[in-house]
């Protein structure tokens, strides 16, 4: 159906910046939203960040908001997050993920991760004090 392949993460100091990209390949179904989710150490899985694709809305997890940025090249088939002043925490590994369904997922759905249903296998981010 979909493969979604992520890249960009690395190792990085607290206040820095990354940016991850993540290319779908879609055989079968309709991605109209897509997003980025990440799981730290001991915590689930969470969705930071989202982007409807037909019209590039865009919705943040509060510990995102003012600092990761989710943008999208319709002619990559590239969806990228954009990471600024980095925190510690912020650290963990962060998964691409989109709905295949042709649905559009509103401000609640968009950050759940029940509104996806397809994954990348993800991408690492370290972040150092």
């Known amino acids: 159906q979909v493969r979604l392949v992520e890249s960009g993460g690395d190792s990085v100091q607290a206040g820095g910046s990354l940016r991850l990209s993540c290319v779908a390949n879609?055989?079968?179904?309709?991605?109209?939203?897509m997003a980025w989710a990440r799981q730290t150490p001991g915590k689930e899985r969470e969705v930071v960040a989202g982007?409807?694709?037909?019209?590039?809305?865009?919705y943040y997890a509060d510990a995102v908001k003012g600092r990761f940025i989710i943008s999208q090249d319709k002619s990559k088939n590239t969806v990228y997050l954009v990471m600024n002043s980095l925190k510690p925490e912020d650290a963990g590994m962060y998964y691409c993920?989109?709905?295949?369904?042709?649905?559009?997922?509103?401000?609640?759905?968009?950050?759940?991760?029940?509104?996806?249903?397809?994954w990348g296998q993800g991408t690492q981010v370290t972040v150092s004090s």
């Open positions: 993920a989109a709905d295949s369904r042709g649905l559009y997922l509103g401000p609640h759905q968009a950050l759940n991760m029940r509104g996806y249903n397809n």
């Open positions: 982007i409807y694709t037909p019209d590039g809305t865009t």
């Open positions: 879609v055989d079968s179904g309709d991605v109209r939203s």
